[in-house]
């Protein structure tokens, strides 16, 4: 196939090694329980603790602080061989190539030899509470208040839509710790839930798809963090801490859309080439085929933009403006490709068991979250 035959620049035989040793993780720990984390709405505990082992955690982490001493790279090869086997439970992403990557980049020498080696091991799961009740992209109408009392912070507010809410032991918080406007008085807060007084594990939240992945709410009620947990250690760098590491969390929701693409289209080609109508299979009739060469266009095209940006990135290259591209383009494609290629399940493809049916599920949340893609539009039109 022609998806095949191209091979991203980036790829080395380190990194095909990698995805090798992902694939063989995911299809073993993760494919055959689908079903069952769909049910429960997460994974096992136990399976953050096995990716520790195998290596597949805060990968591109320093291995100085427990991490795997790889790339952005190494990050999107496993995020990619998820797509592949169409996991959506699995927040590794948000673990590894988020929440590790602030407490990496901005945390103190202290802060990351306390919490990067429990989050490569599994012993630590990480989580991030940016989203409120009422704030969404809009991070600088943030409510969430962080109050210092001699030497901790006294935190109250409530946040939503956070994913690994009910396995993270860590969550970076963004909380207003002034009363100056917009984001001069944002702050990054770091909580360890383990027996935390007033920080509670609201209502598990029930999603259109990715059912299998752990999405709750957060509150917090006089919680008490001890000031050594604001990240970096200075109050109101928050906002500029987010804008810092915004254009990495868009850039693997573009990895994942580009190959969530690719996995679409290998499906419906087997399907079409084994379903028969009419006394042919599917691949026989002009409209399919035609509906197929479109989709590999597209999805091979997500793949092009989406090396082109992770190469940037690799070199320190990526501007936020191109990131925010590659969130909003690849994800409209992942959503195009998917629905065009679900048609040719028919009635299958409306089953929640065929892979297709829950690829088109969870792809809808990708236009919607680290940043809504009417936003991603927005910046990229200010850059212009």
């Not at 993780?25 to 195998?54: C, K, N, Y």
């Not at 927040?91 to 407490?103: E, F, G, K, Q, R």
């Not at 190469?311 to 590659?326: F, I, N």
């Amino acid at each position: 196939m022609i998806l095949d035959d191209y091979r991203s620049p980036w790829l080395t035989e380190e990194l095909e090694d990698l995805g090798t040793l992902a694939r063989t993780f995911l299809e073993r720990e993760l494919v055959p329980h689908q079903a069952r984390f769909a049910d429960q709405h997460m994974v096992d505990r136990d399976l953050w603790r096995a990716a520790g082992r195998a290596g597949l955690l805060c990968i591109s982490i320093p291995e100085e602080h427990g991490g795997g001493g790889g790339t952005f790279a190494h990050e999107a090869v496993i995020a990619i061989e998820q797509a592949r086997v169409a996991d959506d439970a699995w927040s590794n992403s948000v673990h590894s190539t988020i929440v590790a990557h602030y407490l990496n980049a901005f945390g103190t020498s202290e802060q990351k030899a306390r919490w990067l080696p429990g989050m490569a091991s599994g012993e630590l799961v990480g989580a991030i509470a940016m989203t409120e009740p009422t704030t969404g992209s809009d991070l600088q109408a943030i409510r969430t208040r962080a109050v210092r009392d001699g030497d901790d912070y006294v935190v109250n507010g409530a946040k939503t839509f956070i994913s690994n809410g009910t396995h993270c032991d860590l969550v970076i918080m963004v909380a207003r710790t002034s009363d100056e406007p917009g984001g001069k008085s944002l702050s990054l807060i770091v909580a360890e839930t383990a027996d935390l007084p007033g920080f509670e594990r609201g209502r598990v939240l029930g999603k259109i798809g990715q059912h299998g992945q752990d999405t709750r709410e957060l509150s917090f009620v006089d919680m008490r963090v001890p000031a050594a947990n604001l990240l970096g250690g200075v109050a109101g760098r928050g906002f500029a801490q987010l804008m810092a590491q915004l254009p990495q969390e868009r850039l693997i929701i573009a990895v994942s859309a580009a190959a969530t693409a690719e996995a679409a289209v290998r499906l419906a080609v087997a399907y079409a080439r084994e379903r028969e109508a009419f006394g042919q299979d599917l691949m026989s009739f002009q409209n399919t085929r035609f509906v197929l060469a479109e989709c590999a266009a597209d999805a091979l095209a997500a793949r092009t933009l989406v090396d082109s940006c992770l190469q940037r990135h690799v070199a320190g290259e990526l501007d936020s403006a191109t990131a925010s591209l590659a969130k909003f383009w690849c994800t409209d494609v992942q959503s195009k490709v998917v629905d065009r290629c679900l048609q040719i399940f028919g009635g299958y493809g409306y089953m929640s068991e065929y892979p297709i049916a829950r690829m088109f599920a969870s792809a809808r949340v990708q236009k919607i979250y680290g940043g809504t893609n009417e936003i991603m539009k927005e910046m990229v039109a200010r850059s212009l």
